[in-house]
C-alpha cells in the first residue's frame, strides 16, 4: 500500500504556483485567450453576412440557436483551457529536464505519484480559474456576461471541471511521449489542431460526415462543449443525454488509469536505462 505525504504534494503545487505567478504574460494570455479566439470566426461572419443579425440567422440553421457569439465563445474556452491543461504536465517535465533537475526529482525519497499528485492540483486549480476568467472576460467584452450569470453556468462549469479528469490523463500519455521522445511537440501540435478543427469550436459537428463526428467524440474535450452549449443555449445533445454523460463517465475513468499505467511503465524504464537526465 502506497503511503501518500501530502506535504510533497502542497510543496510542487506551491512552487509550481510560485512560478507561474511570475510570469503574468502567460496569466494574461490564458485570461484573455478565448476573446481572441472567438473574435476571430466572428469577424469573418460578420464580413461575409455583413451584420451580426444575419450571421445569428444564419448560424441557426444549423445550430439550433440564434446567439451565434456566445456559442462560439463557450467552444472556444473549452478548447483554449482543455489544450493548456493537455501539455501542462508535459511542459513542466520538458521544463525540469532542460533544467536538469527532474532526474534530481525522481531520486528524491519522495514516491511518484506524490509529484504526479501535486502537479495534477495545480494544474486543477489554475485551469479552473483560466476557465471562470476567460469566461467572464470574453462575455463582459463581447456582451454577453448576462448569459454568464446564472445557475445554468454552475452547472455547466460542473460539467468542465468533471471533463478536466480525462484530459489529465490524457496530459499523462504526453508526459510519457516527453520522458520517451524528448521534444513530442509535433505531435502535440498535430494534435492540439485536429481537436481545434473536429471538437466542433467554432461549429456543430453535426455539419460533419459521420466518420468524423466519431473520431470527434473520442475526445473528452468534444463532449464537455456539446454538454455546456446544451445546458446553456439549450440545443442539442452530441449523442442523448445518457449516452453523452456514460462516455464522459467512461473517458473519466479509462483516461487516467491508462495514462498513470503509460506514464508509470515509461519512467521506469527510463530510470532502468538511465536516460532521464539525458537530453
Known sequence: MIYVDFSVVKAILKARYKIYIRYPGWMILNFTLPTFLTAMPLFLAIGITRSIEAANVIFSRYAGTTNFTFYILLGSVIWSISNSLLWDFGMWLYDEMEMGTLEQLFLTPSHSLELLLGSILYTLVISLINSIA???????????????????????????????????????????????????????????????????????????????????????????????????????????????FLLLTTYALVWPIFGLAMFERVRNEAQRRGSIGAY
Not at 479528469?165 to 501540435?189: D, H, Q, T, Y
Not at 485536429?194 to 460526415?209: A, D, E, M, R
Request: a neutral charge; one cysteine or more.
Open 134 to 244: 476567460g469566461i467572464l472576460i470574453a462575455a463582459a467584452i463581447l456582451g454577453c456576461l448576462h448569459l454568464v450569470l446564472n445557475l445554468k453556468f454552475l452547472l455547466a462549469l460542473g460539467v468542465i471541471a468533471f471533463g478536466f479528469i480525462p484530459l489529465l490523463g490524457m496530459s499523462l500519455v504526453f508526459g510519457a511521449l516527453v520522458l520517451r521522445v524528448k521534444e513530442p511537440w509535433a505531435f502535440f501540435n498535430f494534435l492540439s489542431a485536429l481537436l481545434l478543427y473536429t471538437s466542433g469550436t467554432f461549429y456543430p459537428i453535426t455539419v460533419l460526415p459521420i466518420t468524423i463526428r466519431l473520431l470527434a467524440a473520442l475526445f473528452p474535450v468534444t463532449i464537455q462543449i456539446a454538454e455546456t452549449r446544451t445546458i446553456m443555449l439549450n440545443v442539442g445533445y452530441l449523442f442523448g443525454p445518457d449516452i453523452d
